[in-house]
């Protein structure tokens, strides 16, 4: 209940100006985890665990084949809802516009912000991990290493420098002067 309950009072609360001002840890900051900083991995953890509970049981009930396809039904379903709620950034007014961008441009360009909300982190996530969910500890541990050394070997060879050159989800600056 706490990352449910935290996450509706730091995203709504948190946003109004007085809130900000007179309790600042409410809000994120690049400079310091606040009490805000915590809510959403917490609530990731309790939707991953959710997650492999309800996997399991459908495993139990319907068998793993049905399971697997559940998951990803559901997961794509969970894009199509962020795509609709969150949509595209890009100000696309004209087909020509559009056209001038090339698809290269339309990638970089649609999928800096809106689109990557919770709703498709959890998609994305879930499809990830899917593969190890029902697995055991010593494989799910293998899945976790492996991610953590890609997410390294990306940071290290220019992924966090070009998230930082344009606006993504983490690049919104949140600070009362900015």
Known sequence: ALPISGMLFVNFLGSFLF???H???LGHWHTYCSFADTIMPQFFFAVGFAYRLTYLRRCDQEGVHAARVHTVRRNLGLLLIGFIIHHLDGNYITFEKLRDLGFAGFLT???QRNFFQTLTHIALTSLLIRPVVGKSIP???GMMATAAL???IFAENGYYQAVMKRPGIDRKSTRLNS
């Open 150 to 152: 890609l997410f390294h």
């Open 139 to 141: 494989q799910r541990l």
């Open 109 to 111: 360009e649609s999928f």
């Open 19 to 21: 809130i900000r001002q």
């Open 23 to 25: 309790l600042p840890n």
